[in-house]
Structure formats: C-alpha cells, structure tokens
C-alpha cells in the first residue's frame, strides 16, 4: 500500500477555471481533503458529471473522471458501477443538471439506490449558460430569461430525494469545511445513493444568495447541524433547540435553555421528521438529515445474477437452440 | 359444439376463398376428437410456400389444441395461445406434465398469449348472451387479432357474418363485436406477426446442421458470443419499444455467458448506461427502434468523443414519430449514417437475413473494439420475430476479437490512454480501476495528442479528419463487396440491403440480372463503385422513400433508379420482378 495520500495528491495539473470566488472551489479542496482522509485509492475511484460549471469537476481531481453530457451522470455512473462495482464512483451535478433535464435519471438513481455519491452543487441559478433562472430559483428571481422575475415554483432536492426513495440525504455549505469534511465521510461510508445538497454561492449570478443562513458571523444562529442521536440545538451556546409541535404537526424552534426535555431528539431513519427538517427555513438543517440503510443496486444485481455476470458456459452451449436437424 | 364446427367449416368454404387477395385458409380440425370444450381453428397464411401444407398459424383455445396441433406446425409458425383455459385440470387432462408455455415446448415458435375467453366474454357482455353462447364468439375474437397482425381489412369478414348471421341479430352483433374487440387489442397491444417469406428450396441449403432462428435471437446470441471473443461481459441496456423488446427477453437467457441486462428508466439512460458499462471495461450494448433511437443521439456523440466501444442495435419501423410500430421499414438509414450534430461519423452495418443477425452482432463489436467507437447496426422489425432455418456455425473458424492493449511508455496516462492504432485509429481501452493510468474523458474536444481538453481551431480541424478518418479506415478491414449472384457486368445491377435480401434474391435469380446486398453501409466498402460501376444502371429497392439511393448517390456520384415501398408490406417477387423488367426495358 501507498503511503497515506494528501489533498494535494487528489490535485491535477489542470488549471482550475472557475470564476474567481467560485464557491466550487472550496467544495474541490473539501474533496479533495475527503478523499485523502476516507483513504480513497486513485485508480479506483470515478468522478462522473454531466453539464454545468460543477460538471468541470472530473477535470480537477486525480482519479478516474468522465464529463459527459447534460443530465446524463446518474445513467452512466450506473452503467459504469454495473460494470465494475468495486470502483468508487461520484457523480457531481447541478440545480440544472441533475433536478431540470436530467431529473429522470436523479430519480431512478436514488429509487435503485446504486452505489453513488451525488453531489449537487445547488445555486439556484443556470451559470454556464450566464445566468438564467434554474428549477431550485426562488419565486421572482430576476435573471435574463425572467426579467420580471421568474414564476415557477422552485423544487425542493431534499423532498425529491426522499420522494423518489432516496436513502441517503445530507446537506453542506461549500464554504463550512468542517461539515462538508463531516458529511463527504458518512456520503463515502454509506452504501447505495448517498445525496448530497451543497450549498454554492454562484458569485456572478447568483450572489449571496443562501447569505441569510451561510454567513459565518450568524452562521450558529442560522444553522441547525443535525446528528444522529442528539438533541437538535443550535444558536449561540446552543441555547435554541427544535420542537415537534403536536398541535401543529411542524417543528419550532423553543428556548433550550428553558425546556431541554422538550427538544427533539435526531432520528436519521425517521423519514417524516426529515421531510420537515428539509423544509425548516430558519434555522436551515445541516449533516445527514435522512439515512436509511438498505442493500445497494449493484449488489442485488449481481446477486440476481445466476453466474454474478461470469461467463461459466460458452456459445456452444447455446448456439444449437432447443433442436436441431441435419442437411446432408 | 355443432354450430361452432359448422362456423369453422363454413369459413372454410367458398365464401371465404371469395374474399379479395385474402390468403388465408381455415380448416376444421383434422381427424381428432378433443374434450368437451375444445375447439380449434387453423389458419394457414400465405404468400408462404412451404414444402408440405403446413399451417403457419395455429390459435390454440385450449391445452388440447396445442397438444394435437403443434406438431403440425414447422418451426416459426405463429402460436396463439389461450391462457384462460390452461388450468392445471386442463393441463392433466391432456397428459401434460408440465406448462407448455413454460417448459420450452413453444421455444420454436413465434408465441403470443392472451386471455382469449375472459376478453372476448368482457367485450360481448353488453348483449346478455349465456356463457356459451357468448363464449362462442372467441372464434372471431381471435380473428380479428390475426387480422390486425397480418394487416387485413376487417370489412369482408364482417359482411360474412353479416349474412351468415342474418337470422340471429344478437349473435351476429356479438361475433361482429368479438371481432373487433379481437382486432383493437392486437392493436393496442402492438402484436405484430412476421412469418417468414422467403423459404429457400431445400435443394440450395448447403449441407451442415441447421436450426431455426429468429433475428432477436440470433442478435442475442451473436452480441454473447463476440463478448466470449473479446473475452469480456457483455451489459446490454435498453428500454422496452417495439419491435426491438424480444431482443432483451432473449439476451435474459443467455446470463452464463457473462451477459448482463439493465432495464434502463428511459432510452438515453440506456445508452448512457452502455456508455457508463463501455467505459468500465465491459461491451456496452444498447437497442431499440427509430424514435427511441432518435433519443439515444446526443450520447451518440459522447460515444465517438471520448472514443469508447458501444453496439447500437436499431430494429427499424415505419415513421415518422411513433408511425407504424409493428410494420417494417428500412427508412432509418439517413438517421443512422447522417443523424447527428456535428460532424460525427459512426460505422453502420446492417443485417440480412434472420441468421445473419448472429455475424453482424460479431462484427458490429469487432469494430466497435478495433476502432473504439459506436456501431450502429441496422435490423428491422421483420427479422427481429421471423424464424428461418439457419447453418450453424463452425466457432472455430471466427476469429478472436482483440482489444486495443496499453501501450507501454512512461508518457503521461492521459497521453497513454489516447495513444491511437495507426490503421484503425483506435486508441487503448484504458478503464477505472487499472492501476496508475487515471484519466480524464468527456465530450469537450480534446487536444490530439496529450487527451487533455483542447479549444485550439486547427486542433478541432485535426481531430475532426482523425474522426473520419477512423470510420474511413473499418473499410480497410472489411473486404471487398461480392456479386451476390449473376455476371460481373451487363445492363443492369439491383442493389440491397437489410431484410429485403430474400425477395430480391428470388426476383433477380429468375431474371438473370446481377445482384449485391451491401451488409456494411457506412463505410461502404472500397471496391463498391467499381463494380458498380460496370453496369448500365443500378436499381435499388427499398423499404423507404430511396435513402440508399441518396447514399449512393452522395459516396459513389451515382445516380441510380430508386425502388421505395413503404406499406408496411415486404416486397413481393412478382412487384420485384416487374421493375427489373420495366427498368431494363428502358435500358434497351
């Protein structure tokens, strides 16, 4: 074995060309770091995207890595883990990539549970393309294809993942490197889909806009890191908690101080309090809000598989059919 | 019993034969007494000339039937079979141990089930008629199913019972009923038949053992054997679309030679997963028909940028848009040479005859290997179901298929893993997981030499003559075209390809004129033009409005006589014969 690779060794000698202050850049070096740590093995380990600024990811990590085309990273990346199921393989996408023209993959990904890691770098706004509204835009987002302000309801990458069957949803700032490093590793660990929703500032068209909840300074307050097993607290010295209001069937954020007993205590399988955990706006909810494990795609397919995809018989054994009859 | 035998025999009668251009030909049951219930209808169809008079056709009512009858059917004949009434009982009853629809019995027919009892009594229950009484009408239920798959009027049959039924107004409404309910589910349904048309006199077929085959499975079991070539598995992906399903069915049975299907959520998830399965190092295939061929193009293009292996398999229908799903057409060959953005060249062959979907399938790999690079192979909706009997092969004369080593330098992976062959232009089958070769592919362009992304004009202007060049180059190793039959030069050469083989086969054996049937379509092959080029004029039938005329025309500056028949029909000898007659008339 190798000694123990670093961040840097996860580095190609490609120039990164995002704009600068790019929120992709902080999630690459978080990557990168994740990689190092989990002890990921180069040669095999995939990064498979589709089309956007977050798909030129492949090109920036020393692994294996394929740029493919828009929306399509969920199809290949499972006909690449059919192929060969012992790789490591990541899919990196976007708002537009993964929840607008290539849903229908997103969806039956996360419904098989392949043997995936999805990262979608959501930033509400289509930047390659410079700046039209994308499906996760919020209501009113002014943008040149919407110059009064775009009227679709945005969707929710959380409540799709859980829709479709997701068994593994978890949340990060691009920024914070603390809980991307955090939920990369349990991302890495957790076998079949693991989804993750990162919060991206687009700095050219999209600017500040998560800023209500990702700014470092409010960060405490704004922010609800969950884990499983622990009390939902957060502010400063963790004095708010979260409560399930039984009258109201919806959480609320009490004095934690006041009531300790009263706060709610994180359970990841619990798939109804993570609906409501991902639709919590204030504090927005961080970690792994949802996992639930189960057997991954690859593994029941290859278990269905009466030879486990071995050639045990050859063309023969076949070729003569059920009868065959003699010309002389 | 007696007024159902006296139905069948009064369709076997003159009234029936009188029906315009009808082939069909009904007879009652030969010389057995079946159960209580059992009843049975044979209808042979033609334009079939089979040697003996074997029924083509067999509508199996109930277990019986099947029992008595089967044997005297030959191989690709059409099985209809009533599930309603294959009841364990029924099954004892007749001696048979176990399911015929299950334990391999029917593996040499053409088989459709339905639930003939429950849906034609669903569909005459409006007239209250007793349970035999409207159980009478599964007869003409099951026509008018026969009818949709052969593609006849319902009309005359109609104006039969009409006056055949004139005294009894309930029963002849409910026959009248059965039969197009009969018909509307054959239609929703997309069952299609396709007998075989052509049966070569038994004095041509050389010696050797034969079986019977259809086109899905002769694909199926050529795509497992070019994987046991390469040795490498083969992950076929595909969703389901008519005609091209039976070729899925039939790859599920052949999972021991390392052949492994994924039903994919839509047709780009299906090529995208052959391409993901390609990229991983094992033969991605994926298959379907023109529309959802029309969707797998995009990743087409990705295929041929990041120079990955993939077999294409397009079982052709009638278009445009969902068009004519059960009917044959050979009208996407301008979708399979030209259809893409770009310039993205792809090599397309296609196949003949049933049996040759076996060496297509082969070779269609072997390309896809040597010049790491998408194949489209072209096959039809008629050769997918029709049976003919097929000599099979001597593996050991089919070469191995070899894969594009790594070459061993100490360049840069990347550099490495687009180090090309300098005749097929086909570069390394680098896949994830070999050690200290990582690399980065994709559909930007990329520089010629080092792999690494390129947005450099005369770069893009090198690699898009290396991409021509690279199809340009399966013609060096295809070998000459050959003269089907007839002389080397004279007033006139008809030209083919795909299914309609046997019909122009027979059509210019009787004229005497010279034929050839191209199996390789993009690139031709090298000595086409000069061979075509002895004769006076070139005809060129096909079952689409001249695509290959323009083929032609566009590679060889041709200019040939187009022969286009798009009713959904194959050709017929005599229209065939006809055209050579006329054309060479003109000639003279």
Partial sequence: ?328 | MGSQFAVSTALAGADFATFPDYPAEIRAPVGTTFGVSAYQINLGVGPITTPGDAPEVLVAFNPAALKVSLPMLDKGALVIVNNDTFTARNLAKVGYDNDPREDGTLNDYQVVMADISHLNLEAVKEFGLSKSEGGRCKNFYALGMLLWMFDRELTPIEAWIQRRLAGTPTMRDANIKALHAGHAFAETAELSANLSQIDLPQAEMEPGEYRSITGAEALALGLAAAGELADRSVMFCSYPITPASPLLHRLTQLAEMGVGTFQAEDEIAAICAAIGASYGGMIGVTSSSGPGIALKTEAMGLAVSAELPLVIVNWQRGGPSTGLPTKTEQSDLYQAVYGRNGDTPIPVLSASTSGECFNMAIEATRIALRHMTPVILLADGYLSNAAEPWRIPDLSTIEPIAVNPVPDTDESPQRRAFTRDSKSHGRAWVTPGMPDLMHRIGGLEKDIESGHISYDPANHQRMTTLRAAKVDAVADFIGDQAIEQGPDSGDLVVVGWGSTYGPIYQATRRTGVSFVHLRHLNPLPRNLGEILGRFDKVLVPEMNDGQLTTLLRDALCLEPVPFGKVTGQPFLIRELVDKIEAVRGEAS
């Fill in chain 1, 1 to 328: 074995m190798n000694d123990k690779l670093t961040p840097k060794d996860f580095a190609t000698s490609q120039e990164v060309r995002w704009c600068p202050g790019c929120g992709d850049y902080a999630i690459l070096k978080s990557v990168q770091k994740a990689l190092a740590d989990v002890g990921a093995d180069p040669a095999n380990t995939a990064f498979v995207s589709g089309i956007g600024c977050a798909s030129r990811f492949p090109y920036y990590v020393e692994t294996y890595g394929f740029h493919t085309i828009h929306g399509r990273a969920p199809a290949i990346a499972t006909g690449l883990k059919l192929a060969n199921p012992d790789l490591d393989v990541w899919v990196v996408t976007g708002d537009g990539d993964s929840l607008s023209i290539g849903g229908n993959h997103l969806m039956h990904a996360l419904r098989r549970n392949v043997g995936l890691k999805i990262l979608l770098f959501n930033n509400e706004i289509y930047g390659l393309t410079k700046g039209q509204y994308s499906p996760t835009s919020r209501v009113g987002t002014k943008s040149p294809s919407s110059p009064k302000g775009s009227v679709d309801t945005p969707v929710s990458p959380g409540q799709v993942a859980l829709g479709c069957g997701a068994h593994f949803f978890a949340r990060g700032v691009d920024t914070d490197k603390v809980g991307m490093s955090d939920v990369l590793q349990q991302a890495h660990a957790f076998v079949g889909t693991s989804f993750i929703e990162i919060f991206q500032n687009c700095i050219v068209y999209n600017e500040d806009v998560f800023a209500n909840f990702t700014e470092r300074k409010t960060a405490a307050n704004t922010q609800l890191h969950v884990k499983h097993g622990e009390p939902m607290l957060f502010g400063e010295n963790n004095g708010k908690g979260i409560r399930f209001n039984q009258e109201t069937w919806s959480l609320e954020v009490i004095d934690a101080t006041a009531s300790p007993d009263d706060v709610l205590v994180h359970d990841e399988a619990n798939a109804i309090v993570a609906r409501m955990l991902i639709d919590l706006h204030m504090p927005v909810a961080m970690g792994v809000i949802y996992r639930q494990p189960a057997v991954s795609f690859e593994h029941t397919f290859y278990a269905h598989h009466p030879t486990r995809m071995q050639r045990t018989k050859s063309i023969a054994d076949f070729i003569k059919g059920p009868s065959s009859w003699t010309v002389e």
